[in-house]
C-alpha cells in the first residue's frame, strides 16, 4: 500500500484549531472563527488533494496510509497510530470537510450574537478532527478514538448551552447511549484480538476468512451495536431526539450529515465481516428496517421542526443501515444514500436554523406559517431538499434511495418481499411529513407569537444552504451517473456477481413515486386543506400521541433501565453503609462487647481473683488428670 | 499406714486452705488459710524428704518457715494499714479498684 | 511398676495410730478454720494443725523441723497473728453468708475439684524406686545434716533470706512507723492553750474514760443514765452559792450536740 | 550511585530543613517543600533517564545488611514497575505541594508539621516501591501508616479522626495479616537454606500448596484493603472524604497502588501457584468492584465520596488486568496505575479547589460553574474524561489494554467489567451537569476561578494525561519487559488468536 | 558426714551483691542521714549502686558458671542478658521515683487525717523505697540466674514483698493503694503457696532439689510423670502469677492502677524480665524434655492471654488500668517465646523483654507527668487533646504506644516479629495466629488513646501536663531513643543477643 506524508494534515489543522481557540481563551474571540473556518476549509482542500492524487491511479494503488508512531504495543497487541485513505474514506472525509467547512461559514453569522462563539468553533473543529480521525484510522482501535472522539464533541455541542438544565440532561443522554455502543465496538475489537490477533481493518480482512462464523457474527453483532449507538438505530435511538437541543448549525453538521451515519460508515468498512456473518448481516438489516420505519412514525407527529427533521434522519439513516445490510450490491447505494442525504438534511437543517433565526429561535411549526413570503431563499433551498429527501426525480433522493428500495426487493425473497415493502411504506410516510413541515412552515396562515417578526438570514447563512441545495440537486446524479460510486468503491468490496432481479428499476421507481404521491397527498389533504392549530391539539389518536412520545422509547427506557438502575443503586448505597460496612463496625462492636463483657470477671474483689486462680489452678491439674488417665 | 498418706493429708490441707481463701472474708483468716496452703506444702516437703532420703526437702521446709515469716511480717503490716484506714478488715471492703 | 502407695515407708504400728489420730483431727481442725466466724477461733484451730504437722514433722525424721514449727511457727508466728487479732478486734466475727454472687458455687467446685482430682492424681502416681526413709541421712543427727547442707551447699540462699528478712523489717517499719513531725504539746501547752480559748466552758477539759456525762467542770449537774442532771453531783457549797449552771443543756432529748463539741 | 537511597534521604534532608524553619514563616515553609519535591522530583527523572528499559533484571540495586540475625538487608531496586511507580510519586509530590497550597491551613498543627509528614511520606513512598527486601517492604508499608494517619486525622475535615482511625484500623489488620505470612516465609527460608527476605530467594521456596494458599490469602488481603477491592473498601470513602484533596491524591493515587503493586511484586512471584488457584475468585471481586464502585459512585452525593468510589472501580480493573495473566492486562494494569494516579490527582484537586471554594462538598450545592469559573469547570470536566477513560485520555489505553487482555483469557468477565465504561460515563456525567452545567444556583455566584498558581500546579498533569494518551510508548516500553517477565515466570503465555491470524 | 566448705564466687555474684550492700548502705542512710538531705542521699546512692552492678555485668559478660554460689546459681549469656536488662530498666525508673509527688509523706499516717496532712506539708516522701526497691531489684536479678528451688523460692519472694509494701505507698488515692498493697499481697502469697507446692511434687518427683538433678529425672525418670505434672503446673501457676497470665492474671489490672505510678511502671517491666527469665530457664533447661506435657497447656494459656489483654483493654477508661491490661496481652506474646523452645524463641523473648521493658517504663513516665490539682489524671477521657497542650509528650506517648501495637521502626515491631517467627518456627501456629489476631485487636486501642491526645478537642478541666523535671525527662528521653533505635537499628543488639543467649545447663 502506498504511504503518503499528507494525511495527518487533515486531522492535525483542524485538531489545531481547536486547541488554539480553546487555549487561547477569550484573547482569540475576535479572531477564532475565521481561524477555525479557514483551517476546517484547508482540511477540505487537503482532502481534494488527496482525492485528485487518488483518481490518478489505478484502483489496487488509490488507497494510502501514513504511519504516524507507534502507539500501544504490548505483547502480539500492536496497534499503530496511523491514518488510512481509500476510496470509501475520501468520500467521508470531502462530505465531513465540505459540510464541515459549509456550516462553519454559516456558523459565523448564526451564532454571531453568542458570547461563546469562539468555544464553538472550537468544539467543531475538535469534532472535524474526531471525525476525520474515526474514518482515516486504519484499525477499530483508531476508529475508536475518533468514535468516542466525536461523541465527546457532540456531547460538547449538544450541552453548549448546557445552563439550561434540560440540554444539559440532552447531552448526557447522547453521551451515556452512544457509550454502550461504544461498549459494542469494544467488545467487537476485543472479539478480533482474541481469534485474529489483530485489530487493524486489513488484518481483520485477511483473517476473517479463516475466522469460525460464530467468532465473526460475534464481531458483526457488536458493530451493530456499536452503529446503532452512534447512528441512533433502534434500540439505541433516544438520544437523538433530544440531541436537537444542540446549536442547529450543530445538528445539520453532527446529526443529520456526519456524526450519525458513522454507523455506516463502519458497517461499511466492515464489509468483509458482514459478508461472513449471514446471521449479523440480516440483523443489520432488520435493525435498519425497524429503524427506518420508527424514525417515520415519529416524524409524523412531531411539532418541533428540528425535531421532526431528526426523526427523518434517523428513517434515513435506517435506510442507509438497511442498504449497507444488504451486502455488497447494499454497500454502496448505502454510502450514495449516505452523501446524498449529507447534503439534503444539512441543507434543510440550516434552512430549519435559518427559519429559526428569523422566528426568534422558535422551533414549534405550529407557530410558524406563511414565511414563503419573508424568506424566499430559505423556502427555496429547503425546498430542493425536500424534492431530494421525498425522491422526486431528478433530485438526489430519487438515485440512492431507490436503489436501496430495488436492491431490498431484489435480496430475494421473502425477505426481500418484506423489505422492499417497509422501505416503499417509509417512502411513503417520509413523504407525509416532510409535506406536513413544508406546509407548516412555509403555507398557509401565519400563527406566529406576536414578537416575530421573520426576516430572511443574512448571506453568510443562505450561502452554505444554496450549495447544499445544488448538492441535493445535483448529487445523486453525479454519482449515480455511470455507477461512479459504485464503481469507484467497488475495489473494497467481494463482488458477488450478477444480482437477482425482482423488479426492474423502472417498476421500483414508479412504485416508490407512487408512495410518495399518495404521502404527499394525505399531508396535503390534512394540513393544507384544514385550519392547523397553533397550540398541539390534545384529542388526537392514541397512535398520535404514542408517536409525538417517540414511541414510548424515553419511558420504556426509563421504566426498564433508570428507574431500576435508580433503585439499585439507592440499594446498594444503603447496603454498603448499613450490610459491609455494618458488618466491619459489628466487628468492632464484638470486639468491645466482649471487652466489656470480660471486662466483669475483674470484680474488684480479692476472693474472686484467687478463686480464678483456684479454678485455673483445677484446670490444669484436670489437664493432667486427663493426660495421665 | 505408709508415707503416702501424709501427701493425701498435705493435699487436703492445700486444699482447704485453698478454699479458705476463697471463702473467708476476714483478711487476717484468708492470710492464715494461706500460712495453712504453707504448712501443707512443708508436710509435703518433709515426706518427699523423707522417701527421698534425703535432707533437701527438710532444708526446704526451713526456708518456707523463714519466708513465711517474713512474709507475715509484711502480710499483716499491710493489713494493720488498711484496717487502720478502713475500720475493717474484710477484704471485700477493699473493692475500690475493679473493672 | 512401684506404686507410690505400696512402698513409701510401711511404718510401725505407733506411727499408724498417731496419723490416724490426729490426721483426721488436724483435717477437721482445718475446716474448723473455714467454718467458725470467729477470727481467734480460727487462729486457735490453725495452731492445732500446726502442731499436729509438727508433730507428723517429728515422726517422719524432721525433729528439727518439728520443734522449729512448734517454736518458731506456732510460737512466734501464730502469736503475731493473734496479736494483730486483737488490735483488729478480737470480738469481730465474719458473717459466713456469701456475697458475691457465684463464689459460693465456685468455691465448692474448686475444693471438690481440686481436692479430687490431687487425691486421684496422688493415687495414680509412681515414683520408680523404693522409699529410702531418713534414717541413713540422719544418722549423725538431723541438726547436723541440715546445718551441713544449710551452711555449705545452701549457704548463698541462706545468705539472701537475710536480706529478706530485711526487708520485712523495713517494710513494717515503713507501713506502721510514725515520726513525730511537730513536737507533741506539753501538758503545760495544752493547759494554757485550753484556757485561753476563750471560752471558759472548754478549761475543765473532758470527762475521764467512763464517766457518763459530757462536761468535766464542777458546776455542771452529772447526768442520771436517764439523762437527767444529778443533783447530788454538784458540791453543795457552790449549790449555796447558786454558781450552778443550768444542766438542762447537757440533758438526753435537749442534748446540744454541738455543745459538748465546742472548742 | 546510591539513587534510590539519595530518592530517599532527600525528602528527609526537606523535612529536616523544615523542621529548623520557623513555625510562623508559612511561606518559607512552604517554599522550602515545594524546593524538596522539586528536586526529588528532578532526581527521580534524572534517575529513570538511566534506566536500561530491555534489562529485565532490577536495576540501580543496593544492598546493605540490616538486621543479619534475621536476615534482613537493605535491598533497593526497581523494575519497570516500581520505576514508573516511583516516577508517578515523586511527580504527584510537587503537584501535590503547589495544589494544596493552602489546605494545611485550618488543621490541628501547623502548617510545617503538615509539610514534614508530606516529606516523610514521600520518603516511604520511594522506600516502598523500590524495596527488594520483603521486611523492608513490609517495614515501611507499614511505617507508611501513620504519617497519612496524621494527615488525615489533623488536616481534614468533617469526621476526620474517625475516618482516620478507620484507615489505620483497617491497614493494620491487613499488614498483621501480611505479617503472619511473612513470618511464615521467613520460617520456611531459614528451614531451606538460610534466614532471608530477599525477594528473589524467597521465591524460590518450596511449600505445599496449602501453605502457599494461606501465605498468598496474608499478603493478598493486606493488598486488597489496601487497593481497596470489594468488600475491603469501605474505608476508603470515609478516608477520602475526610482527608484534604493533597492527602486524598497521596492517599488513592500513591499509597493505593502498593496494594495492586504489592499484588503484582509479592503475591504473584512468592506464591504463583496460589495466585492460580484464587485466580478465579479474585477476577469476580475485581468485576464486582469495578461495577460496585460504579454504581456507588453514581450514588453518591459527596463528591470526595464519589471520587473514592470511582476509584474503588478503577482499582478493580488494575486488579483484573493483573490477574487476567497476559500481558496486556499485566501492563496495562501497571500503566492504569500510573495513570489513575494523575486522573485521581485531577479529579482531587479539582474537586477540592471546587470545595473549598465553595465551602461543601455535596454535589448539589454545586451549579452552573462553568460560567462562573470556566477554567476550573474545564479542568473539571477534562479530569473526568480522563476518569471515564475516553479515548485520547491516558486512562484508555490502560483500561483498553486491561480489558482486551482480560477478553483473551476471561471474555465473561471482561465483558461484564466492559459495562463499567458506561458506568463510568454516568458517574462522571451527573456530577458534571450537577456542578458545572445549568444555571449558577445561590452561593455559586461568586466563586473565584483558578489563580496562576493552581494553574501550574494542575498543568503538568493535564499534560500528562494527554500526552500519555496518544503517546503512551515511554512508559509502555520501561514495562512491556516486566510484564513479558512476570508472565513468563508464572508460566503463562498470552492466548494464541484462536483463529491463527496474525 | 563431713562438713564441705562453701566457696562462693564473688566477682560472679558481685552484681547482686553490690545491690545488697547498697541496699543495706540505704537503710543505714535512713537511720543517720538528716531528713533533707535524705532523699538526694538515696537518689545518688541507689543509681550509683546499679551503675556499679551494671558495671559488673559488664565485666563478667563472658563468663558461665554453674558453681558460683554452690550450685545455687547458673552464671550464663542469657542470665548476663536479663541481669542487664533488669539493671537498665531499674535505672531508668529509678529517675521516676526521684520526683517528689509519687510516694506519701509518712506510710502509717491516716488517709485524710491531720497527720497525713502535716507529713505532707513537709514535702517529703518515703525514701525507704529507694532500698526496698534494690532488694527488689536484687530479688529479680537472682530469679532468673537461680539454678534450685530454694534459691528460685527465696528469689521470688524477695523480689514480691517489697513490691507488696511499695504497691501501697501512693501519696494520692491512698485508699486505693493501700488495697492495691493488699490485694497484691494476698494473691502473691496465694500463688506462692502453689508454687511451693508444686516445688514440692518437683522434689518428690526428682529427689533433687537442683535444676540440673530435676532435668535428670525428667530426661530419664524411672516413675510415672504425674507428680512431675502436678509440679510443673503448680510451678508454673506462680510463674504466671508473677507475669499476670490469664487466669493468673486479676490482680495486675488493679495492682498497676493502685499503686504509684513509678512504682507500677518498674514493677511491669522488670518484674516481668525476672519472671520471663526465670521462666525461660525453667522452661528451657529443666522441662524441655517434657516438652509434650506443657506446651499444649501454656499455648493455650498463652492464646486465651493474648486475647483477653486485647480485648479487655479496648473496653478501659483509665490509661493505668489500659496498659495493665495491655501488659496482660504482652505476657502472652512473650509466652509465645516461651512455647518456642528454640534459640530464637530465646533470642526473641530476652529482645523482646528488654525492649517491652523499656518502653513501660516511658509509658509510665508520661503518665506521671498529666495532672491536675489533685495529682495524676489516669481518666483517658481527660487526656483529650493532650496533644495540643503539649506535642512532645504526647508524641512520645503515642511513640510507645506504637512500640506496644508493634508498628515498624519501633522496637516493639522487631520484639513481635522475632517472638513471632520463633513461634512459627516450633510449630506453634495457632498461637502466632491468636497473637496476630490480638495484635489487631491492641491496635485499636492503642489508637484510640492516640486518637485522643491528637484528634480531639480538650476539655477545660485543669488537665495539664507537668513540665517533666530533668530525671523524669532523663526518663523519657532515654526510653523513647531506645524505642526507636531498637526499632530502627536493632542489629546490634540482637547480635550481642544471639552471642550470648545460649543457656547452659
Known amino acids: 500500500m502506498m504511504t503518503s506524508t499528507s494525511l495527518v494534515y487533515l486531522i492535525a489543522l483542524p485538531l489545531a484549531g481547536s486547541a488554539i481557540l480553546l487555549l487561547a481563551g477569550r484573547r482569540s474571540d475576535k479572531w477564532g472563527h475565521l481561524l477555525a473556518t479557514a483551517l476546517s476549509a484547508s482540511s477540505f482542500f487537503v482532502g481534494l488533494y488527496q482525492l485528485s492524487l487518488m483518481v490518478g491511479r489505478t484502483n489496487s494503488d488509490r488507497p494510502v496510509t501514513q504511519k504516524l508512531f507507534e502507539w500501544i504495543s504490548v505483547g502480539t497487541f500492536k496497534i499503530d497510530a496511523s491514518l488510512m485513505l481509500d476510496q470509501l474514506s475520501i468520500c467521508f472525509v470531502l462530505l465531513i470537510t465540505g459540510v464541515g467547512t459549509l456550516i462553519h461559514i454559516y456558523s459565523i453569522s448564526y451564532m454571531s450574537h453568542d458570547p461563546d462563539r469562539r468555544r464553538f468553533f472550537a468544539f467543531l473543529n475538535l469534532f472535524i478532527a474526531a471525525m476525520l480521525l474515526l474514518v482515516l484510522g486504519d484499525s477499530y482501535l483508531n476508529l475508536y478514538v475518533g468514535w468516542e472522539g466525536v461523541g465527546l464533541a457532540s456531547y460538547l455541542l449538544i450541552g453548549f448551552w448546557n445552563q439550561k438544565p434540560a440540554y444539559a440532561t440532552a447531552s448526557k443522554k447522547a453521551f451515556v447511549m452512544n457509550r454502550i455502543g461504544d461498549m459494542g465496538l469494544s467488545f467487537a475489537i476485543m472479539i478480533a484480538f482474541a481469534t485474529m490477533g489483530t485489530v487493524s481493518f486489513s488484518g481483520v480482512k485477511e483473517a476473517a476468512g479463516h475466522t469460525s462464523t460464530a467468532a465473526l457474527t460475534g464481531i458483526g453483532i457488536m458493530l451493530l451495536v456499536a452503529a446503532t449507538g452512534k447512528s441512533a438505530q433502534f434500540p439505541l435511538q433516544a438520544w437523538l431526539g433530544d440531541a436537537m437541543a444542540g446549536p442547529t448549525p450543530v445538528s445539520a453538521l453532527i446529526h443529520a450529515a456526519t456524526m450519525v451515519t458513522a454507523g455506516v460508515y463502519l458497517i461499511t468498512r466492515s464489509n468483509f465481516i458482514f459478508d461472513a456473518a449471514p446471521t449479523a448481516q440480516l440483523l443489520v438489516v432488520i435493525v435498519g428496517a425497524i429503524t427506518l420505519m420508527f424514525g417515520a412514525l415519529i416524524g409524523t407527529a412531531k411539532d418541533d421542526i428540528k425535531k421532526a427533521l431528526a426523526a427523518s434522519t434517523m428513517s434515513q439513516i435506517g435506510y442507509m443501515i438497511l442498504g449497507a445490510g444488504l451486502g455488497p450490491v447494499g454497500y454502496a447505494f448505502a454510502i450514495m444514500h449516505l452523501l446524498t442525504h449529507g447534503f439534503f438534511k444539512a441543507g434543510m437543517f440550516l434552512g430549519a436554523g435559518s427559519v429559526m433565526h428569523g422566528m426568534n429561535d422558535e422551533v414549534n411549526m405550529r407557530k410558524y406559517g406563511a414565511l414563503r413570503k419573508f424568506m424566499p431563499i430559505t423556502f427555496a433551498t429547503f425546498g430542493l431538499g425536500y424534492l431530494a429527501i421525498l425522491g422526486v426525480p431528478p433530485f438526489a433522493g430519487f438515485y440512492s ?229 | 499406714m505408709n508415707a503416702a498418706n501424709y501427701l493425701y493429708l498435705s493435699a487436703l490441707l492445700f486444699t482447704i486452705g485453698a478454699v479458705g481463701v476463697v471463702v473467708r472474708r476476714n483478711a487476717i483468716v484468708v492470710f492464715m488459710c494461706i500460712e495453712l496452703m504453707l504448712n501443707a506444702a512443708n508436710l509435703s516437703f518433709v515426706t518427699f524428704s523423707r522417701i527421698n532420703g534425703d535432707l533437701n526437702g527438710q532444708v526446704i521446709a526451713f526456708f518456707t518457715m523463714v519466708v513465711a515469716a517474713c512474709e507475715v511480717v509484711v502480710g499483716l503490716a499491710i493489713i494493720v494499714t488498711i484496717y487502720r484506714s478502713r475500720r475493717s478488715a474484710s477484704i471485700d471492703d477493699a473493692s475500690l479498684l475493679k473493672r | 511398676m512401684i506404686d507410690l502407695a505400696l512402698q513409701v515407708g510401711q511404718t510401725a504400728a505407733p506411727e499408724a495410730t498417731l496419723f490416724w489420730i490426729l490426721a483426721p483431727l488436724s483435717v477437721v481442725a482445718a475446716l474448723g478454720m473455714l467454718l467458725v466466724k470467729k477470727a481467734v477461733h480460727s487462729a486457735i484451730l490453725m495452731a492445732f494443725v500446726m502442731i499436729a504437722l509438727a508433730i507428723f514433722y517429728i515422726a517422719q525424721g524432721a525433729p528439727f523441723l518439728g520443734i522449729v514449727q512448734v517454736v518458731v511457727y506456732t510460737g512466734a508466728v501464730m502469736m503475731l497473728f493473734l496479736f494483730i487479732l486483737m488490735l483488729v478486734g478480737v470480738d469481730s466475727s465474719d458473717s459466713l453468708t456469701e456475697t458475691i454472687r457465684g463464689l459460693r458455687p465456685i ?82 501547752e495544752l493547759s494554757i492553750q485550753r484556757f485561753r480559748s476563750g471560752s471558759l466552758a472548754n478549761a475543765a477539759g473532758l470527762p475521764a474514760p467512763g464517766v457518763f456525762a459530757r462536761h468535766n467542770a464542777v458546776d455542771v449537774p452529772a447526768l442520771l443514765p436517764d439523762g437527767t442532771a444529778a443533783a447530788a453531783s454538784i458540791n453543795a457549797s457552790l449549790k449555796a452559792r447558786g454558781d450552778v449552771l443550768n444542766s438542762s443543756a447537757f440533758e438526753l432529748g435537749t442534748v446540744d450536740t454541738s455543745a459538748g463539741e465546742e472548742k | 550511585m546510591n539513587w534510590l537511597t539519595l530518592l530517599m534521604v532527600l525528602p528527609l534532608i526537606g523535612s529536616v530543613a523544615l523542621a529548623v524553619l520557623p513555625k510562623e514563616n508559612e511561606k518559607l515553609v512552604k517554599q522550602v517543600a515545594l524546593a524538596s519535591t522539586l528536586v526529588v522530583m528532578g532526581a527521580t527523572i534524572a534517575m529513570a533517564v538511566g534506566f536500561q528499559r530491555d534489562n529485565i533484571e532490577l536495576q540501580f540495586v543496593e544492598k546493605y545488611a540490616w538486621i543479619p540475625s534475621f536476615g534482613i538487608n537493605y535491598a533497593l531496586g526497581v523494575d519497570g514497575l516500581a520505576l514508573v511507580l516511583i516516577l508517578m510519586s515523586t511527580i504527584l509530590a510537587p503537584v501535590v505541594v503547589l495544589a494544596g497550597w493552602n489546605e494545611s491551613q485550618g488543621g490541628r498543627w501547623s502548617v510545617k508539621t503538615f509539610y514534614i509528614l508530606i516529606l516523610v511520606l514521600e520518603t516511604m513512598m520511594i522506600g516502598v516501591f523500590a524495596a527488594t527486601d520483603v521486611f523492608l517492604f513490609y517495614v515501611i508499608f507499614e511505617a507508611m501508616l501513620i504519617p497519612v494517619y496524621f494527615l488525615i486525622g489533623g488536616y481534614g475535615s468533617g469526621e476526620r479522626s474517625a475516618a482516620a482511625v478507620k484507615f489505620l484500623i483497617y491497614s493494620l489488620f491487613g499488614g498483621l495479616m501480611m505479617l ?78 502498593v496494594g495492586t503493586f504489592g499484588m503484582i511484586r509479592y503475591c504473584l512471584t512468592l506464591f504463583p501457584d496460589a495466585s492460580k488457584t484464587f485466580t478465579p475468585v479474585i477476577l469476580v471481586l475485581a468485576v464486582i468492584s469495578i461495577i460496585y464502585g460504579a454504581i456507588l459512585a453514581i450514588g453518591q452525593r459527596d463528591l470526595k465520596r464519589l471520587i473514592a468510589f470511582t476509584s474503588i472501580s478503577h482499582f478493580g480493573f488494575i486488579t483484573l488486568g493483573i490477574f487476567a495473566m497476559t500481558s496486556q492486562g499485566y501492563s496495562g494494569a501497571a500503566l492504569y496505575m500510573f495513570n489513575h494516579g494523575f486522573s485521581t490527582a485531577a479529579l482531587f484537586l479539582v474537586g477540592g479547589w471546587m470545595i473549598s471554594r465553595r465551602g461543601s462538598s455535596t454535589i448539589s450545592d454545586f451549579g452552573g460553574l462553568q460560567r462562573i469559573t470556566p477554567v476550573m469547570a474545564w479542568m473539571f470536566f477534562l479530569a473526568g474524561m480522563s476518569s471515564l477513560a475516553l479515548p485520547g485520555m491516558s486512562s484508555f489505553v490502560s483500561e483498553f489494554l486491561v480489558l482486551v487482555g482480560t477478553f483473551t483469557r476471561y471474555p465473561v468477565h471482561a465483558v461484564i467489567a466492559t459495562f463499567g465504561i458506561v458506568l463510568a460515563a454516568l458517574y462522571i456525567l451527573i456530577p458534571v451537569q450537577k456542578a458545572l452545567h445549568g444555571p449558577t444556583t445561590p452561593g455559586n455566584e461568586n466563586l473565584s476561578d483558578l489563580n496562576l498558581r493552581e494553574k501550574i500546579a494542575i498543568a503538568p498533569v493535564m499534560a500528562i494525561i494527554i500526552v500519555l494518551g496518544f503517546y503512551p510508548a515511554p512508559l509502555l516500553n520501561v514495562i512491556n519487559p516486566a510484564a513479558t517477565h512476570v508472565i513468563a515466570q508464572l508460566g503463562f503465555s498470552d492466548p494464541a488468536p484462536t483463529s491463527g491470524g496474525k | 558426714m563431713t562438713f564441705t566448705a562453701p566457696v562462693l564466687n564473688y566477682t560472679l555474684l558481685s552484681p547482686i551483691l553490690i545491690l545488697l550492700g547498697g541496699a543495706l548502705i540505704g537503710v543505714l542512710v535512713e537511720a543517720f542521714v538528716s531528713k533533707a538531705l535524705r532523699s538526694i542521699v538515696q537518689l545518688s546512692l541507689t543509681v550509683g549502686t546499679l551503675v556499679l552492678s551494671l558495671a559488673q555485668v559488664w565485666r563478667i559478660h563472658n563468663e558461665t558458671s554453674m558453681s558460683a554460689a554452690m550450685g545455687s546459681v547458673i552464671i550464663d549469656g542469657p542470665a548476663i542478658l536479663l541481669q542487664a536488662s533488669i539493671l537498665i530498666i531499674s535505672i531508668i525508673s529509678i529517675f521516676l521515683f526521684a520526683d517528689t509527688d509519687h510516694f506519701t509523706a509518712l506510710a502509717a499516717a491516716l488517709p485524710g487525717s491531720e497527720e497525713e496532712r502535716h507529713s505532707l506539708e513537709t514535702g517529703n516522701q518515703v525514701t525507704e523505697v529507694y532500698p526496698l526497691t534494690l532488694f527488689a531489684i536484687s530479688g529479680m536479678m537472682l530469679f532468673p540466674i537461680a539454678s534450685d528451688l530454694i534459691t528460685l523460692f527465696v528469689a521470688l519472694e524477695m523480689l514480691s514483698l517489697p513490691l507488696y509494701l511499695m504497691a501501697g505507698l501512693s501519696r494520692r488515692r491512698r485508699l486505693a493503694s493501700q488495697e492495691a498493697a493488699l490485694k497484691y499481697f494476698l494473691l502473691g502469697a496465694f500463688s506462692s503457696a502453689f508454687f511451693l507446692f508444686g516445688m514440692a511434687y518437683l522434689y518428690g518427683y526428682s529427689a533433687s532439689i537442683t535444676y540440673a538433678g530435676i532435668r535428670e529425672s525428667v530426661v530419664g525418670g524411672s516413675g510415672n510423670d504425674v507428680l512431675l505434672l502436678i509440679g510443673i503446673a503448680f510451678l508454673s501457676i506462680g510463674l504466671l502469677f508473677k507475669v499476670g497470665a490469664v487466669p493468673f492474671h486479676a490482680w495486675s489490672p488493679d495492682v498497676y492502677q493502685g499503686a504509684p505510678t513509678p512504682i507500677t511502671g518498674f514493677m511491669a517491666a522488670a518484674t516481668k524480665v525476672a519472671a520471663f527469665g526465670a521462666m525461660l530457664r525453667i522452661y528451657y533447661t529443666v522441662f524441655a524434655n517434657a516438652q509434650w506435657s506443657w506446651t499444649p497447656l501454656l499455648s493455650v494459656i498463652a492464646i486465651i492471654t493474648m486475647l483477653f489483654g486485647s480485648l479487655v483493654a479496648i473496653a478501659q477508661r483509665d490509661v493505668k488500668r489500659m496498659l495493665a491490661y495491655s501488659s496482660i496481652a504482652h505476657a502472652g506474646f512473650l509466652l509465645a517465646g516461651v512455647i518456642a523452645l528454640n534459640k530464637a524463641g530465646l533470642e526473641a523473648s530476652i529482645f523482646y523483654l528488654f525492649a517491652y521493658g523499656v518502653a513501660t517504663v516511658g509509658a509510665f513516665a508520661v503518665v506521671t507527668l498529666v495532672r491536675d490539682s489533685s495529682g495524676e489524671v489516669t481518666d483517658l477521657n481527660r487526656w483529650k487533646g493532650l496533644g495540643k497542650r503539649s506535642p512532645w509528650v504526647a508524641a512520645t506517648f503515642a511513640g510507645f504506644l506504637l512500640a506496644f501495637a508493634g508498628i515498624p521502626l519501633t522496637s516493639g515491631f522487631i520484639g513481635k516479629f522475632s517472638i513471632f517467627s520463633a513461634a512459627y518456627e516450633s510449630g506453634a501456629k495457632g498461637v502466632v495466629f491468636a497473637g496476630v489476631l490480638s495484635s489487631a485487636i491492641a491496635a485499636f486501642f492503642y489508637i484510640r488513646v492516640i486518637v485522643l491526645m491528637f484528634f480531639t478537642d480538650a476539655t477545660q478541666d485543669g488537665t495539664s501536663v507537668q513540665l517533666p523535671s530533668a530525671l523524669t525527662r532523663a526518663t523519657l528521653v532515654i526510653s523513647i531513643a531506645i524505642t526507636i533505635a531498637l526499632g530502627v537499628y536493632p542489629a546490634p543488639l540482637l547480635n550481642v543477643i544471639s552471642n550470648l543467649s545460649t543457656f547452659i545447663r
Open chain 1, 401 to 629: 434511495k431507490d436503489m436501496i428500495i430495488e436492491t431490498a426487493f431484489n435480496s430475494g425473497g421473502a425477505k426481500g418481499i418484506i423489505l422492499g415493502c417497509v422501505t416503499l411504506l417509509g417512502a411513503g410516510i417520509t413523504a407525509f411529513y416532510m409535506t406536513r413541515v413544508m406546509i407548516l412552515t412555509f403555507t398557509g396562515k401565519s400563527r406566529w407569537d406576536e414578537e416575530a417578526h421573520p426576516h430572511e438570514s443574512p448571506w453568510l447563512m443562505w450561502l452554505p444552504m444554496a450549495i447544499l441545495a445544488i448538492g441535493s440537486v445535483t448529487s445523486g446524479y453525479l454519482l449515480s451517473h455511470g455507477d461512479t460510486l459504485v464503481n469507484w468503491l467497488s475495489p473494497l468490496f467481494v463482488n458477488h456477481g450478477e444480482r437477482a432481479e425482482l423488479l426492474s428499476p423502472v417498476v421500483v421507481s414508479g412504485l416508490a413515486l407512487a408512495m410518495v404521491a399518495i404521502g404527499v397527498a394525505i399531508a396535503f389533504v390534512k394540513y393544507s386543506r384544514n385550519e392547523v392549530a397553533a397550540v398541539a391539539p390534545t384529542d388526537v389518536s392514541i397512535f398520535t400521541t404514542i408517536a409525538r412520545q417517540d414511541l414510548l422509547q424515553d419511558r420504556f427506557n426509563e421504566a426498564v433501565f433508570m428507574q431500576p438502575g435508580q433503585a439499585l443503586t439507592a440499594v446498594l448505597v444503603k447496603t454498603d453503609e448499613a450490610v459491609i460496612d455494618g458488618a466491619v463496625r459489628g466487628v468492632g462492636r464484638i470486639a468491645l462487647g466482649s471487652g466489656s463483657a470480660l471486662r466483669g470477671i475483674q470484680t474488684g474483689f480479692v476472693r474472686s481473683y484467687a478463686a480464678l486462680i483456684l479454678i485455673g489452678a483445677v484446670a490444669l491439674i484436670a489437664a493432667i488428670w486427663v493426660v495421665t488417665q
Open chain 4, 180 to 257: 503472619a505470612s511473612i513470618i511464615a516465609l521467613y520460617v520456611m527460608s531459614g528451614a531451606q537454606g538460610g534466614h532471608t527476605f530477599d525477594l528473589a530467594a524467597l521465591s524460590q521456596l518450596q511449600m505445599s500448596s496449602m501453605t502457599q494458599n494461606l501465605l498468598f490469602l496474608g499478603f493478598f488481603i493486606a493488598f486488597a484493603i489496601k487497593a481497596p477491592l470489594w468488600p475491603l473498601h469501605t474505608w476508603l470513602p470515609d478516608a477520602a472524604e475526610s482527608a484534604t484533596p493533597g492527602t486524598s491524591v497521596l492517599l488513592l493515587g500513591v499509597l493505593d497502588k
Open chain 3, 107 to 188: 468455691a465448692i467446685i474448686g475444693a471438690v475439684g481440686f481436692g479430687g482430682l490431687m487425691v486421684s492424681l496422688l493415687a495414680r502416681a509412681t515414683l520408680g524406686r523404693n522409699a529410702v526413709g531418713v534414717e541413713a541421712v540422719n544418722a549423725d543427727g538431723n541438726v547436723q545434716g541440715i546445718a551441713n547442707l544449710l551452711f555449705s551447699t545452701y549457704v548463698w540462699p541462706f545468705e539472701v533470706v537475710s536480706a529478706l528478712l530485711i526487708t520485712a523489717a523495713l517494710g513494717s517499719m515503713v507501713l506502721a512507723h510514725h515520726h513525730r513531725i511537730q513536737t507533741r504539746p506539753t501538758q503545760r
